[in-house]
C-alpha cells in the first residue's frame, strides 16, 4: 500500500512498525455545534484507512478525541491561544452549561458516525477525561527545559526544543509557523512560534479566593494544576491522548488540511519533547477542504450544511459518502445540490442494478471464477492500494456493473468491495425488497428496519429514543451499544430510527 505522507510531501510505500497491528490517530471534532459535511470528509477519509488496511489483512489500532474543552476562539484569526473557549461561548449563547453543550454535540457527533457507517474506533477520547495525562505530559515537556510561565499560562519553548536539535515546523504547508497575523502578539511569549499547553482561569495562576473573586468562577470547565487553576491548551490533549493509547510513535495520524500549518506541529513539538521519540508520527495523511458552490464554506455564510440538512432534502448518508468519493481526498471537492443529486441518482442506480444481479439464494457465497472477474478484482486492489483512488473505484464499480461476467460474480466483487465503500449495498438491497415497521410504546417512535425485530431490540430503541429525549446521554449511548450487541446498528432520521442488520 501507498500513501501521501505530508511530512515528506510525496507517495510513499506504507510499511507498518508492528504489522499486521497499524497505530492511527484521528483529530476529531470540537463539540461545540453540530459538524458539518465539511468535518464529516474528513471523517469519511479516515473510515476510508481503516477500511483499506482491513481489507488488505492489517488490524488498525484506531483512536479519535472529541475536543470538549480548550479550543479557542482566537484559532479563527491564527492564533488558538487567545479568545474565547468555543464551549463556554456556546453555553452562553445557548442558555446551558458547557458540560451540557459538549454532551449534546458528543452525541450529535456519534449518532453521524453511525449513520454514516463509519468504523468505530477503540476509543473516543474526551480531552475532559484525560486532564491528568495533559498535566503529567506538561510536567514532562517543563522538567526537560521546553516550557516556562506567563500571567496567563504555561507555554512550549520553540526556540529552546531547536536548539536542542529538534525540528519545529517541518510538517507546516507555510513558509514560516507564526502567530496570526491579524493578531495582536503576545508581549510575554519569547517567540511569536510559542503555544499554550495550559491557560490560567485566573490572573497570574492563582488559585481561586473568594475574598477577591466576586464572581463563583470566571470559566464553567476548570480544574487544578501544579501551576494553577485553568485549562489546558488545545493542542496538548492530542499528544497526551495518542501517545497514552498508541504508543510513543504511531503509525499514521490523520486530519484536515487546515490542522496541517499549526496544530500538527505543535502536536509533533509535545510528544517529541515529553516523550523522547522521533519521529512521533510516520505518516501523516491530510484531507483537502471541502468548497460550497466553489467557495468558502462558513456558518456565516450559512451554508455549513449537516446531515440533518442533508436529510431534510430527501438526502442519505450513503449519498453523502459516494458524493465524496467524486473525488480524491487530496484534492478540493465542490459541494452543490446538484452534485449531490447526481450523486444520489448513481447511488440508486448501483443499487438497482445490485437487486437484478442478487443471487436467488442470497446467503450462497459466490466466488469470482472467470479471468475477467479475477481482473477486476485485482485493478481494485491496485487502486485502493495506491493513496485510495475513489473516483477510479468508482469508475471501475460501472465497468464492472455493464461488464460480460455472470450476474452472481458482478454482485460478490461489489459486496466485497463495499468492505471499503461502506456504503451498505447489502442493507439498501433488502431494504428496498421488504421491510419492517414499528412503534415504540414509551416513546412513540417510528422504527424501520430491513429485517424482523426482537421484542428486546425495539424495548433498547424505544428505550434510547425516551433517554435522548430526557438528555440522559450516557443511557442512550449505553442502549446503543446494547442494541449493537444484538446485531443491529441504528441510523437516527427526520422520519424515526432505522435499524440495519451489521
Not at 252 to 264: N, V
Request: hydrophobic share 35%; with cysteine.
Amino acid at each position: 500500500m501507498k500513501l501521501f505522507n505530508s511530512l515528506t510531501r510525496q507517495i510513499e510505500p506504507f510499511k507498518a512498525q508492528n504489522p499486521p497491528r497499524v497505530s492511527i490517530y484521528t483529530c476529531g471534532p470540537t463539540v461545540y455545534s453540530f459538524v458539518t459535511i465539511g468535518n464529516w470528509r474528513t471523517y469519511v477519509l479516515s473510515d476510508l484507512v481503516i477500511r483499506t488496511l482491513e481489507y488488505l489483512g492489517y488490524k488498525p489500532d484506531y483512536v479519535i478525541n472529541i475536543t470538549d474543552v480548550g479550543h479557542l476562539t482566537g484559532d479563527n484569526i491564527g492564533d488558538a491561544d487567545t479568545g474565547e473557549d468555543r464551549l463556554e461561548k456556546a453555553a452562553r449563547a445557548e442558555k446551558k452549561t458547557a458540560w451540557d453543550i459538549a454532551a449534546f454535540y458528543t452525541e450529535d457527533f456519534l449518532s453521524g458516525f453511525n449513520q454514516l457507517n463509519l468504523v468505530e474506533p477503540k476509543v473516543f477520547a474526551k480531552a475532559t477525561e484525560h486532564i491528568t495525562e495533559q498535566i503529567d505530559m506538561i510536567k514532562k515537556i517543563e522538567t526537560r527545559g521546553f516550557a516556562y510561565q506567563t500571567s496567563d499560562g504555561i507555554y512550549f519553548d520553540t526556540k529552546a526544543f531547536e536548539t536542542a536539535g529538534y525540528t519545529y515546523g517541518e510538517l507546516s504547508n507555510l513558509d514560516q509557523v507564526k502567530e496570526g497575523a491579524r493578531v495582536e502578539p503576545n508581549p510575554e511569549k519569547k517567540d511569536p512560534r510559542d503555544f499554550a499547553l495550559w491557560k490560567f482561569s485566573y490572573p497570574g495562576g492563582r488559585d481561586f479566593d473568594p475574598l477577591k473573586d466576586k464572581e463563583e468562577a470566571k470559566r464553567q470547565m476548570e480544574w487544578k494544576s501544579p501551576w494553577g487553576i485553568g485549562f489546558p491548551g488545545w493542542h496538548i490533549e492530542c499528544s497526551a491522548m495518542s501517545t497514552k493509547y498508541l504508543g510513543n510513535q504511531l503509525d499514521i495520524h490523520i486530519g484536515g488540511e487546515d490542522l496541517r500549518s499549526t496544530h500538527h506541529p505543535n502536536e509533533i513539538a509535545q510528544a517529541e519533547a515529553a516523550c523522547e521519540c522521533r519521529p512521533f508520527v510516520r505518516y501523516w495523511v491530510h484531507g483537502a477542504f471541502l468548497q460550497v458552490d466553489g467557495g468558502r464554506m462558513g456558518k456565516s455564510l450559512g451554508n455549513a450544511y449537516t446531515l440533518e440538512d442533508l436529510k431534510n432534502r430527501g438526502y442519505k448518508p450513503e449519498h453523502l459518502r459516494y458524493f465524496y468519493f467524486t473525488g480524491h481526498y487530496r484534492q478540493p471537492l465542490n459541494f452543490t445540490w446538484d452534485n449531490l443529486e447526481a450523486a444520489k441518482q448513481a447511488f440508486g442506480r448501483l443499487v438497482s442494478k445490485l437487486r437484478e444481479f442478487k443471487p436467488e439464494n442470497g446467503d450462497k457465497q459466490f466466488t469470482v471464477t472467470t479471468q475477467q472477474g479475477k481482473a477486476f478484482k485485482q485493478l481494485f486492489d491496485e487502486t485502493i492500494e495506491n493513496d485510495i483512488q475513489m473516483p477510479q473505484v468508482l469508475a471501475l464499480i460501472w465497468e464492472v456493473v455493464k461488464a460480460n461476467i455472470p450476474s452472481e460474480e458482478k454482485y460478490a466483487l461489489l459486496m466485497d468491495w463495499d468492505k471499503v465503500l461502506g456504503l451498505w449495498l447489502a442493507e439498501n438491497v433488502q431494504t428496498g425488497l421488504q421491510q419492517w415497521e414499528y412503534v415504540g410504546s414509551q416513546s412513540g417512535i417510528k422504527i424501520i428496519a430491513d429485517s424482523e425485530l426482537s421484542d428486546t431490540v425495539v424495548g433498547f430503541i424505544d428505550e434510547r429514543e425516551q433517554a435522548r429525549k430526557d438528555k440522559d446521554w450516557e443511557q442512550a449511548d449505553s442502549l446503543r451499544d446494547a442494541i449493537r450487541s444484538q446485531g443491529y446498528v441504528i441510523e437516527d432520521t427526520s422520519e424515526g430510527v432505522r435499524v440495519y442488520s451489521a
